[in-house]
């Protein structure tokens, strides 16, 4: 018995991902494979940490076989990650499953199934470990009403992205906003999770790629004798999705090349993270 359905493919982020090129850093996007049908996310330049913030929908999916079948045992997803090159194929960077989770077009849209919730998978590249992929999956019956009956895709929109569609609402993590210092010993390294900053220090220079290009803000070289001012950022507010600081150093060569030297990864900022103390609960302990 045929059965219809759209796949909902919620790719907000990766990290900790394959450095395929040379700099230390790769031009990664995901290609996600359903059944017959195939969708790429946008290709993030120069990152191991990509947010793509992208949702893939793939229409009128034909699957055969009993609906408690559908639900539950689906197809597999595959989704690799590739590394986009300026000339020749783009390079494959590693692999990963999911299943998604099945509404059929007589259920509730509804909690604790529904909306799915971002997950960890992870990436293989061969049999070695090649970072996490964070995504949701949903796949929904297209019932006798055809897809007006689907739930709606509930925003937010970005205008600057065109015809991009972000994650939605209820499924993207709530963000709050942060901003990254980072020091070295003897002089200040410039960097945030926002933009690619070059720092000269001593002839050397370390940068901090970020994982979201959406976000960059450039800003200009701060003098070693005074501390880096960083805009905010808006990372979400569950620190288990914050993104890793990936700190590369590289050799300032002539004619404005660079060498990559060595790179180091700060997997969670956890312990580093300040909270300034709440003034009104200050307030009311002195006069409570």
Not at 45 to 50: A, F, G, V
């Amino acid at each position: 018995e045929k059965q219809v359905f759209q796949l909902r493919a919620h790719m907000y982020q990766a990290r900790s991902l394959f450095a395929a090129d040379s700099s230390g850093l790769s031009d990664p996007f995901a290609r996600v494979f359903f059944i017959s049908q195939s969708q790429c996310t946008e290709v993030l330049n120069e990152t191991l940490c990509p947010t793509w913030d992208q949702l893939l929908v793939f229409d009128n999916v034909e699957l055969y076989g009993e609906a408690h079948e559908m639900r539950d045992d689906p197809p597999i997803i595959v989704i690799e990650i590739y590394d986009q090159d300026t000339v020749g194929k783009a390079d494959f960077m590693g692999r990963t499953f999911a299943k998604p989770v099945v509404k059929m077009s007589d259920e509730q849209y509804s909690p604790p199934r529904f909306p799915p919730q971002l997950e960890y998978y992870q990436i293989y590249r061969g049999n070695s470990t090649a970072g996490d992929l964070l995504a949701a999956f949903e796949l929904l019956q297209i019932g006798p009403g055809g897809k007006s009956d689907l739930p709606p895709i509930d925003g937010p929109t970005d205008m600057d992205r065109g015809p991009i569609l972000p994650v939605p609402l209820g499924i993207r993590p709530v963000l709050s906003r942060y901003r990254v210092e980072v020091k070295a010993s003897g002089a200040p390294v410039v960097g945030s999770m926002g933009w690619e900053g070059f720092s000269k220090v001593n002839g050397e220079s370390r940068d901090i790629p970020h994982p979201n290009p959406h976000h960059r803000n450039p800003q200009p070289t701060p003098s070693p004798c005074h501390p880096p001012h960083l805009s905010p950022q808006d990372l979400p507010e569950n620190e288990l999705l914050h993104p890793p600081l990936n700190i590369r150093v590289v050799d300032c060569r002539a004619f404005g090349r660079y060498t990559l030297v060595g790179s180091h990864t700060v997997s969670s900022l956890r312990k580093f993270i300040y909270r300034p103390p709440d003034k009104k609960a200050q307030h009311w302990n002195m006069t409570g």
